[in-house]
């Protein structure tokens, strides 16, 4: 039986090296086109199929070609993030392990775990671990943290502009008319710092008529419904419109307060973020803010295949830019 073609293969085929050959393949910035097309070309004509992992580990014992992934379990936007790795470390010739943080699991568990496995670079979602930590882990594996701003050294970014969605949502609820606004924030969780300052810079821009208010919310469905609550208990003149730290404390935001007589989006709009699939569902209909988890996920295997891979690639932080998803959970403000 005829080896498998590897990368290697279509290398010599093309004439360039392996690492330009994983720069096409990945659709990174850094080859010609008329190179490009000399690879692709290479790929066609020896009928190139990315290896499976049994197929790396044999060919390399130093290689595993592997990328760590720790995530929390039961986020549905890691989910969405996830997937879109998976999408583009297939065609760059690398394989995903996934490792769970839950209640009773550690981020440093899911850590270990993963390196046991002889991972080549780990990509933290949403990561809690303390910044001098990463440091630390990125002294022996590429690290790059996803969706959590970071300062440490070697450990690359890859996130959301978290304060500019934030502040989206509320100039999209400024101009239906709203200056009563609250902002479910999301305590320590990634992200929530940076969506807190952007609804306070957005509030403040709207001058004096503005009047925000912020109460405790987080990440599920539970935060929402006790912001709700809270919500519910303030005086007459509460606000008329709610910016969540997410779509899920959004979704348990609504649940209460419909169930206690007030009307979405007719006494109080709602919007969330991140634009997870429940979100768009008709009887859900939420506005909320969208990240663009397919760059997200592109963005974050970049970055370790570039440094793995040899390619000239300096730590650095990507940011991108959310965009505003306009559905039924917005209307002008109410009179009065």
Not at 9 to 28: H, K, M, P, T
Not at 189 to 200: C, N, T
Not at 206 to 211: I, N, R, S, Y
Not at 231 to 243: E, I, K, M, Q, W
């Amino acid at each position: 039986m005829a080896r498998p073609v590897t990368m290697e293969d279509v290398a010599a085929r093309a004439g360039v090296s392996r690492a330009l050959v994983s720069i096409v393949f990945r659709g990174a910035p850094g080859a010609a086109e008329a190179t490009r097309e000399r690879v692709m070309a290479a790929a066609r004509e020896l009928d190139y199929q990315p290896d499976t992992r049994a197929s790396r580990l044999g060919r390399s014992r130093t290689r595993t070609r592997t990328i760590g992934v720790v995530f929390g379990v039961g986020h549905d936007f890691h989910g969405d993030v996830i997937d879109s790795i998976y999408a583009a470390a297939g065609p760059a010739d690398y394989s995903v392990v996934l490792s769970g943080v839950t209640r009773r699991r550690s981020e440093e568990a899911a850590i270990r775990a993963l390196l046991a496995e002889r991972c080549e670079a780990l990509l933290l979602l949403g990561s809690q671990l303390p910044a001098l930590e990463m440091g630390r882990l990125a002294t022996s594996a590429p690290v790059v943290s996803l969706l959590r701003p970071v300062r440490a050294p070697a450990v690359g970014v890859v996130r959301s502009d978290d304060a500019d969605g934030l502040g989206q949502a509320v100039r999209h609820l400024a101009g239906l008319g709203h200056v009563r606004i609250a902002h479910l924030y999301g305590g320590r969780v990634a992200g929530a710092a940076e969506r807190r300052r952007g609804f306070r810079a957005a509030m403040s821009r709207l001058g004096p008529a503005a009047q925000p208010v912020e109460l405790p919310g987080g990440l599920t469905e539970r935060d929402g419904a006790a912001a709700a609550e809270a919500f519910l208990a303030l005086p007459p003149g509460r606000p008329t419109a709610v910016a969540a730290f997410n779509d899920r404390s959004a979704l348990g935001f609504v649940d209460v307060v419909r169930r206690a007589g007030v009307r979405v989006p007719e006494q109080v709009s709602v919007v969330g973020f991140d634009d997870i699939e429940q979100a768009a569902y008709d009887h859900v209909s939420l506005t909320t803010i969208h990240q663009d988890v397919e760059a997200l996920g592109r963005a974050a295997v970049e970055h370790v295949c570039a440094r793995l891979d040899g390619v000239c690639d300096p730590v650095r932080e990507t940011v991108i830019t959310p965009t505003l998803v306009v559905r039924g959970s917005t209307a002008k403000a109410p009179c009065g």
